[in-house]
C-alpha cells in the first residue's frame, strides 16, 4: 500500500512556470513506474509524464515544457516532482499522481496505475 499527496497546484498566469509534488509514503517496489495525469473539466483523463525505474516519458504534445524528476529520501519515502514551464491556459486540470506497483513499464495507460492521490488544481489565466 501506498499513500499519495499531491501538492503545488494553484493559480498562475499563462507563460509562467510551476512545480508540483507528490509525496509517495509506503511500500515500494524496485519494479514501478510513477506518472502524472491531469483532467481537464469536460474532458477524458490523459497522461502527462511517467518514471519508471529512472527512465523519464513525457506525453509527445507536452514534450518541453514538463519535465518528472524523483527525489528519493528513504525506502518508504519519496517525493515525485512535475515541473511544467511555459504555461498555457488549456494545462488548466487537475493534476493526478498514480502508481502503477510491480511494473517495469506502464506507460500512460490509466488502468494500469492502481493507487492514485487525490489530485491538485491548476488554474492557468490568460
Known amino acids: 500500500q501506498v499513500r499519495l499527496v499531491e501538492h503545488g497546484g494553484g493559480t498562475v498566469p499563462a507563460g509562467g512556470s510551476l512545480r508540483l509534488s507528490c509525496e509517495v509514503a509506503?511500500?515500494?517496489?524496485?519494479?514501478?513506474?510513477m506518472a502524472w495525469f491531469r483532467q481537464a473539466p469536460g474532458k477524458e483523463r490523459s497522461g502527462v509524464a511517467n518514471?519508471?525505474?529512472?527512465?523519464?516519458?513525457?506525453?509527445d504534445a507536452l514534450q518541453g515544457r514538463f519535465t518528472i524528476s524523483k527525489d528519493k529520501a528513504s525506502s518508504t519515502s519519496s517525493t515525485i516532482y512535475l515541473r511544467i514551464s511555459d504555461l498555457k491556459p488549456e494545462d488548466t486540470a487537475m493534476y493526478y499522481c498514480?502508481?502503477?506497483?510491480?511494473?517495469?513499464?506502464?506507460?500512460?495507460?490509466?488502468?494500469?496505475?492502481?493507487?492514485w492521490g487525490q489530485g491538485t488544481q491548476v488554474t492557468v489565466s490568460s
Open positions: 498514480a502508481r502503477a506497483a510491480g511494473r517495469p513499464w506502464a506507460g500512460l495507460n490509466g488502468r494500469l496505475y492502481k493507487e
Open positions: 509506503g511500500t515500494t517496489y524496485e519494479d514501478e513506474c
Open positions: 518514471l519508471c525505474r529512472g527512465d523519464s516519458f513525457v506525453a
